[in-house]
């Protein structure tokens, strides 16, 4: 059954931890997205990857940082550096790159709560 | 840099009331796509248009997409409870990432 799966579905941490959250597709996309969603401000990108072991920054990549060592994972980590860290994170993956015009699939999301 | 407005941000209509929501980007577009959250779920993709002036129809929803190819519109006919939730645009110029719009949230009185 191919699709796009993140865990855990909801997540809480203190202030000051750095937290990892994943993401895993077994669909044989090539391009990976993290988004941030806020009530009322739609979807931000945070990072995205073209291609293993390469990525870009999106619109908001401050205080995170990813990784792409492998075709089917990009791992996401909110840094004690981001400001306000609580939100809704949605991992999505497409075909091929950024710059393709196709769909992207998305996750069903982690909802981070930093007290 | 790119910006795609959406508006309205929310819609209430009654079940059976037809629903549009606009799309509008400060450059052209090479492609325009349409994606649905349902309430507590994650964006799916609906459809996507790439020619100017085009118009697609998925049963009771319509997409347009303008002839400047800066604008576009989603419009559903006789709204049923099954329509709640949250549709975005997203944009997308040559080789650039897609940009979403802020999404405009339907909620519909049975």
């Known amino acids: 059954d191919g699709g796009i799966t993140q865990s855990p579905k909801y997540l809480f941490r203190k202030e000051g931890q750095n937290v990892t959250l994943s993401c895993e597709q077994n669909?044989?996309?090539?391009?990976m997205y993290w988004y941030r969603q806020d009530p009322g401000q739609g979807l931000r990108l945070i990072y995205y990857s073209q291609i293993v072991n390469d990525f870009q920054k999106g619109d908001i990549a401050e205080g995170y940082s990813v990784s792409r060592e492998k075709k089917e994972s990009f791992p996401l980590t909110v840094t004690s550096a981001q400001k306000n860290p609580t939100a809704f994170y949605l991992c999505?993956?497409?075909?091929?790159?950024?710059?393709?015009?196709?769909?992207?699939?998305f996750g069903p999301g982690t909802r981070l709560t930093v007290l | 840099g790119q910006q795609v407005m959406q508006i309205p941000q929310y819609q209430h209509v009654q079940e059976g009331e037809d629903f549009t929501t606009y799309c509008n980007s400060s450059t052209t577009l090479s492609n325009i796509q349409w994606y649905k959250q349902r309430p507590g779920g994650h964006p799916v993709f609906l459809i996507q248009l790439v020619k100017s002036g085009e118009v697609k129809k998925q049963k009771r929803l319509t997409f347009q997409f303008g002839e400047a190819k800066k604008n576009s519109s989603l419009h559903i006919t006789a709204t049923q409870t099954t329509d709640v939730g949250t549709y975005f645009c997203?944009?997308?110029?040559?080789?650039?990432?897609?940009?979403f719009g802020q999404g405009t949230r339907l909620t519909i009185n049975p």
């Open positions: 999505a993956s497409s075909p091929r790159g950024a710059g393709a015009s196709n769909e992207q699939f």
């Open positions: 997203a944009g997308q110029r040559g080789a650039q990432k897609l940009v």
């Open positions: 669909l044989n996309h090539d391009a």
